[in-house]
């Protein structure tokens, strides 16, 4: 009897290895190679056929479409070649032994799995995404036993002429600083592609990692990006490989070590002047043959097409380019309606953001991806110091002619305006930078670069000076929602109706409990015990000294009436103290706190009283319009079917959550700026 259902659709890795004939390293990279992966069936007993389920499933399908793979016979001859190897060896034939691993070793391509797996170009870029990140994750290793200089140096380069293709057509978009490293996006053919790049520091290369699967991933992606450079390098004209000079990535070069090169003039009109030079166009297919025929047809046509064009006057070319100019905004409507995305400017002006300015990047800054920013949005004269490596514009700091210098350090301090002027501008220019800035020049930090890029326009130069206090650095990929808190807007446009009163009142009220907490605590501290207490709790009688205290308190009569008056103020002082003990005694009674200004009533307690009233107000109003608003949100619930309901109550409980946690950052917004102030 045959097998059927998930029985017959799943196998088990052990089966598949057993009917391929190969070994467990080989199965998993044949099936890196290939795509398939682990599958996960719905009962895993039935899948197994046996009483002790298995742990890894795949595809009967899969695994009989791996039986016809041509690479398997490689593995096979990999394995022969390993036993003769391992026979020479055992011979003392250790020459020979030499000679079959040069010569004989079987070599694996696998452009046809690329073919296979991307029948289209733009299958090949919906999968760029990971192959990008390992690759430049590779790229940053230091070279150990695992990971061989040659893949660390095959993976450089790729990312390197995948970069210039990006400076050359300005596909960049976005780009993100994070803990992990930095995020960039760019769109080609329509595709975003997004992928991690992570920062510049020293990688510990840790054992409990597999770099064998990982390598087998590398080899795979760099055959993959190959194609894919290839095709975007010969789709604007450029020729693939671009030249690379070796003695300038030694010094530090990077992108300047790459030098493109132009297929024909008339295809890579666009592109030049890119990083380290002029792109080198080859002449040698100029159109030198013209046939005379097609030429005078097609001055004809020009012909034809002026008087039409001359028709339309001055004055409707000035409108139709103001009316072009401007960019629409969609304004909100609604307390309630949608809020769209703000149309941005073309990508051909985004592209030449930075293009009329000149950049220097301090030794402190990152320059790899300050380079790599800059160049992507046009400028093209970026210098920084020659200890950062080769390929600067320049490396004189006090070159006039920058106009940017980007710097990571406390702030510089400023020129004296009232110094006095000296013909001699090198004299000038020593004074100036002596004080340790250039006249003239815009100081940013690096933040500023990446705020630019990601809303596509110059922001001002003053918020990023060294020193000041950064905006935040959100991520361009995450929108603002509805009712969700936003940095960027300000705090009054956030709050709630009689949100930021109700703050302040609370902070008082706190501040005056923790003032009346004080207070009693320090009365209580001062208050010594009047009776003696025994070791049993009970009250021992003063005796004599209780009677001399009486004697003393008597003073006998007075014999001059100018003793009255000081009798009387005793008198007022000791009918204050009795009638403050006895409030002292009624709010002890109650089980309330209690100080000298709180039972005097004074002007200098009235505000406490008076912030407790008004919050009180705020509070009653906003009980009273929450019962208001329970109350019609019940009625209307109970219009809702059972389903309906539980949705709605699920969907309010996450909206709550997301209130609540905006309603907390908020608040720490508004101590951070009451702080500032």
């Not at 800035?437 to 100081?443: D, N, Q, S």
Request: hydrophobic letters at 35%; glycine letters at 6%; charged letters at 30%.
């Amino acid at each position: 009897m045959g097998t059927s259902g998930q029985a017959k659709n799943f196998i088990t890795r052990t089966q598949a290895v057993r009917k391929l004939q190969i070994s467990l390293p080989d199965f998993r990279r044949l099936c890196i190679y290939k795509g398939i992966y682990p599958r996960e069936p719905r009962n895993k007993r039935k899948a197994s056929k046996t009483s002790t389920p298995s742990t890894t499933f795949y595809y009967t399908k899969d695994i009989q479409y791996l039986l016809h793979e041509p690479i398997l016979n490689k593995f096979r001859d990999h394995k022969a070649l390993a036993k003769k190897i391992a026979r020479s060896l055992g011979r003392g034939e250790v020459g020979d032994a030499a000679r079959l691993e040069k010569t004989a070793k079987p070599r694996i391509t696998l452009d046809h799995i690329i073919k296979q797996r991307y029948p289209t170009f733009v299958d090949a870029l919906r999968d760029l995404d990971d192959a990008l990140s390992l690759l430049f994750l590779f790229a940053n290793l230091p070279s150990t036993s695992t990971v061989p200089p040659m893949t660390i140096a095959l993976c450089q380069r790729l990312c390197l002429e995948f970069e210039h293709y990006l400076i050359t057509t300005h596909s960049l978009r976005k780009s993100f600083i994070s803990i992990k490293g930095i995020y960039y996006q760019a769109t080609i053919q329509g595709q975003d592609i997004l992928w991690l790049v992570p920062h510049k520091f020293v990688q510990r290369v840790t054992g409990d990692v597999d770099f064998r699967i990982m390598g087998t991933f590398v080899e795979f992606y760099t055959t993959l990006l190959g194609f894919v450079n290839y095709r975007l390098y010969t789709s604007i004209g450029l020729v693939y490989p671009p030249r690379f000079n070796a003695k300038s990535d030694e010094r530090g070069g990077e992108l300047s070590a790459i030098t493109l090169d132009g297929i024909n003039v008339t295809r890579t009109a666009d592109v030049t002047n890119v990083t380290s030079g002029d792109i080198v166009q080859n002449e040698t297919q100029g159109n030198d043959d013209v046939n005379p025929d097609v030429q005078k047809q097609a001055d004809q046509i020009a012909e034809n097409l002026e008087p039409a064009e001359e028709t339309q006057s001055a004055d409707q070319r000035m409108e139709d380019e103001t009316a072009t100019d401007a960019i629409d905004k969609f304004e909100v409507q609604g307390e309630g309606a949608d809020v769209l995305d703000q149309p941005r400017i073309s990508d051909a002006e985004t592209g030449q953001l930075f293009a009329p300015y000149s950049f220097f990047l301090s030794r402190e800054t990152p320059r790899q991806p300050l380079e790599f920013l800059l160049r992507s949005f046009g400028c093209k004269r970026i210098s920084w110091d020659e200890v950062l490596g080769d390929g600067a514009f320049t490396n004189d700091e006090y070159d006039p002619s920058i106009t940017h210098q980007v710097v990571d350090r406390p702030p510089i301090a400023q020129p004296d305006s009232a110094t006095e002027p000296d013909q001699n501008q090198e004299n000038e220019v020593s004074r100036s930078t002596e004080r340790g800035r250039m006249l003239g020049r815009v100081y940013i930090q690096p933040q500023w670069v990446w705020d630019c890029v990601n809303q596509g326009k110059l922001l001002r130069p003053d918020q990023y000076a060294p020193g000041a206090t950064l905006p935040p650095h959100l991520s361009p990929w995450v929108k603002p929602t509805k009712a969700a808190y936003d940095p960027t807007l300000p705090l009054a446009e956030q709050e709630k109706e009689n949100e930021a009163e109700q703050a302040v009142l609370d902070e008082e009220e706190q501040e005056e409990l923790d003032q009346l907490a004080a207070a009693t605590a320090d009365g209580e501290a001062q208050v010594e015990p009047e009776d003696h207490i025994d070791d049993h709790g009970m009250d021992i009688a003063g005796g004599d000294s209780e009677a001399s205290s009486v004697v003393d308190e008597f003073g006998g009569f007075a014999s001059d009436d100018a003793e009255a008056p000081a009798d009387a103020n005793e008198d007022e002082e000791a009918g204050d103290t009795h009638s403050q003990h006895q409030k002292e005694l009624e709010a002890e009674a109650a089980g309330l706190p209690f100080t000298e200004t709180a039972a005097n009533g004074t002007a200098n307690g009235s505000w406490a009283g008076n912030a407790r009233s008004k919050g009180g107000e705020l509070r009653k109003k906003a009980a009273k319009k929450r019962k208001e608003e329970e109350e019609e949100l019940e009625r209307r619930k109970m219009m809702m079917s059972k389903k309906k309901r539980k949705l709605f109550e699920k969907m309010a409980y996450s909206n709550q959550q997301k209130d609540d946690e905006a309603a907390k950052l908020r608040s720490k917004r508004r101590k951070l700026e009451k702080g500032k102030g």
